[in-house]
């Protein structure tokens, strides 16, 4: 079964810190995107990242197919980033996305 | 542009009563997909249509639950004799080519 897994599940930042979120696939994927919600929110898509590393803003993504693996980080974080960011991948040749379960990052002052 | 829209926001039914859950795609995009969010879950792949057909519902329950696509402006997921265990937020999403884009969900409380 399709499997992804984030980590940390939780984590506690003072404004400015950066966060490096993890993201790792049960099987080759060919597809993968970083989604963000706040509570009670809208998941919003951050990044499109099959491979290779990919920056928008604050946010860079580096995904390695190979190992099965996506990370994001978040440079000088800002109460505002506070929220669940999710990592999601497909099966290659599907548009089905799998969700992990998230990481809830908290930014305080 | 509105983004998706899904309506209603919340819906309460009684145990044994059906739900209908409403998701209007963005214009121009060929692909819908259903998704249910819990808590304890979390984001779980229902169905999916691609230029209105029918592509993936290796998530749909079997025996409740249904989808439709009737036009490229709006799809429906029906949910019938619904149970608490039914309780989640819905969401709908479309796309154009890889990012998905979503609406703010449907909270549906079964009593």
């Known amino acids: 079964e399709q499997q992804v897994q984030q980590s940390p599940a939780s984590l506690v930042l003072q404004e400015a810190e950066n966060a490096e979120l993890q993201c790792s696939f049960s099987?080759?994927?060919?597809?993968v995107q970083w989604f963000y919600q706040r509570p009670g929110g809208r998941l919003v898509s951050l990044l499109y990242?099959?491979?290779g590393t990919k920056q928008s803003g604050r946010l860079t993504s580096t995904t390695v197919i190979k190992e099965r693996r996506s990370s994001l980080h978040i440079s000088s974080s800002q109460i505002t980033d506070s929220g669940t960011y999710l990592c999601?991948?497909?099966?290659?040749?599907?548009?089905?996305?799998?969700f992990g379960e998230g990481t809830k990052l908290t930014v305080s002052s | 542009n509105a983004g998706v829209i899904q309506t209603p926001r919340h819906k309460v039914t009684g145990k044994g009563q059906e739900a209908t859950l409403w998701c209007e795609p963005i214009s121009g995009h060929s692909a819908v997909f259903w998704y249910r969010q819990t808590i304890v879950q979390g984001l779980e792949f229902l169905t999916y249509f691609r230029n209105q057909a029918p592509i993936d519902d290796s998530g749909m329950p079997k025996e409740r639950f249904s989808a439709q696509m009737p036009n490229q402006s709006h799809s429906t997921l029906k949910i019938q004799s619904t149970q608490p265990q039914d309780s989640a937020v819905y969401l709908c999403?479309?796309?154009?080519?890889?990012?998905?884009?979503f609406g703010s969900g449907t909270r549906l409380t079964v009593l």
């Open positions: 990242n099959p491979s």
């Open positions: 099987i080759f994927t060919n597809q």
């Open positions: 999601a991948e497909n099966q290659g040749g599907s548009a089905k996305l799998i």
């Open positions: 999403a479309s796309s154009k080519r890889e990012t998905l884009y």
